[in-house]
Nanobody, 126 residues
Framework: QVQLAESGGGLVQAGGSLRLSCAAS??????????MGWFRQAPGKDRVSVAA????????NYADSVKGRFTISRDNAKNALYLQMNGLRPEDTAVYYC?????????????????WGQGTQVTVSS
């Protein structure tokens, strides 16, 4: 069982930056064996993939809407996952979730993920 907790959300103006973090804890707190992903859910919309990263960090995947602006990274020694978000836009406003899956396949599919955090709110004002 992996427990995940996001932090770093907040209110930022368009064009600004935020860095989200996801920390793992629990009886089996290591994320090193998991592929990890960031998802977001805007009000009234489905939860969608933003980015994913393999357990080694060597493979990454981004949604087209965030390519070139967001960067996913991980530090397995610290049991942490990050999402650097630059050039934020009002349409990036959503609750952001981190999640873990045991396989780096179909990583943009939320049903693939076994463990989820509670989410952190990101609001971008125009």
């Amino acid at each position: 069982q992996v427990q995940l907790a996001e932090s770093g959300g907040g209110l930022v103006q368009a064009g600004g930056s935020l860095r989200l973090s996801c920390a793992a804890s629990g009886r089996t707190s290591s994320i090193s064996g998991y592929a990890m992903g960031w998802f977001r859910q805007a009000p009234g919309k489905d939860r969608v993939s933003v980015a994913a990263i393999s357990w080694s960090g060597l493979s990454v995947n981004y949604a087209d809407s965030v390519k070139g602006r967001f960067t996913i990274s991980r530090d397995n020694a610290k049991n942490a996952l990050y999402l650097q978000m630059n050039g934020l836009r009002p349409e990036d406003t959503a609750v952001y979730y981190c999640a873990a899956t045991d396989s780096y396949t179909n990583v943009d599919v939320k049903e693939k993920y076994d463990y989820w955090g509670q989410g952190t709110q990101v609001t971008v004002s125009s």
